[in-house]
């Protein structure tokens, strides 16, 4: 299973997130049928991410969006699960300091950005100055109109220099969304998962569907495509998620770095 290329925006596609069902999951049916295909992709997973880590001349930056109760922290957990945390940063973009308000706006995104060998991943990233700030009106149009080019540009200029970028769109339904935030309210557990702002920006659901649409067709391109996935199922999110992820770094085509001594030559001592 492979994820699907209608689920890969094309450069300068129109988007109509109505053509996504965030319910899809392919020829599977239930949880148990990914099981035995996700622990195989975690094996390879975490070899892969040796090999980035050995060679080290390339990053991957891991770029994860969507609405809130998505997914984005279970699909890290998930997706992740297994890896070796030393060659992994997850960085969440939450509301911009005083500082960060003082420069650029993708100065945070790019000091964030892996080193290689690395693993990064953006929990949220620079696209919310393309959402949060258009949906509120935070700043001008012409301001944030902008801004679509210059990612394109800054995402363009990690690949050039060894990042590979891959960027998902976790596509949750409203009626999912609406059942995890009330899971969320009835389990005292999960208590800390929400708050006022979450129900607030509920309200906005149209808006921001609307944001995302002109993120998706503006800012996918032939370095940094988009891929909308399927996340009203985590299984499913997951399963194709993880599939992409090997799948990139296998067509890296790495290599293990050439030893620098005669390693034939060297004797352990008893």
């Not at 945390?85 to 892996?114: I, M, N, T, Y």
């Not at 935070?138 to 990612?151: D, M, S």
């Not at 993120?215 to 199922?233: F, G, M, Y």
Request: with cysteine; hydrophobic share 35%.
């Amino acid at each position: 299973m492979e994820l699907e290329t209608k689920n890969i925006v094309k450069p300068g596609e129109h988007v109509s997130l109505d053509d996504y069902v965030p319910g899809y999951t392919g020829s599977y049916t239930k949880k148990g049928q990914t099981k035995r295909r996700l622990k195989k992709l975690h094996k390879q997973l975490l070899k892969l991410q040796e090999l980035l880590y050995a060679e080290n001349q390339r990053a991957l930056l891991i770029i994860l969006q969507g609405m809130d109760t998505c997914g984005k922290d279970g699909t890290i957990r998930k997706v992740m699960a297994g890896i070796n945390v030393q060659g992994c940063d997850v960085v969440s973009f939450k509301v911009p300091s005083v500082d960060e308000l003082s420069r650029d706006f993708l100065w945070r995104a790019h000091r964030a950005a892996p080193p290689k060998g690395k693993i990064g991943i953006f929990n949220r990233s620079h696209y919310e100055d393309v959402l949060v700030v258009r949906v509120h009106d935070l700043v001008p149009a012409p301001v944030w109109g902008q801004r679509y080019q210059q990612i394109n540009d800054f995402e363009k200029m990690l690949v050039e220099n060894g990042t590979v970028v891959l960027k998902f769109f976790l596509h949750i339904s409203k009626e999912e969304q609406k059942a995890r935030l009330e899971s969320r309210i009835s389990d005292p557990t999960k208590h800390w998962k929400i708050t006022e702002a979450d129900i607030r920006e509920r309200a906005y659901w149209d808006d921001y569907m609307q944001a995302y649409e002109t993120v998706l067709q503006e800012c996918s391109t032939d370095w940094a495509p988009w891929h909308i996935v399927p996340a009203d199922k985590k299984w499913y999110r997951n399963l194709v998620i993880t599939e992409c992820i090997v799948d990139t770094l296998r067509k890296l085509g790495m290599r293990y770095p050439e030893p620098t001594a005669d390693v034939a030559k060297f004797t352990i001592d008893d």
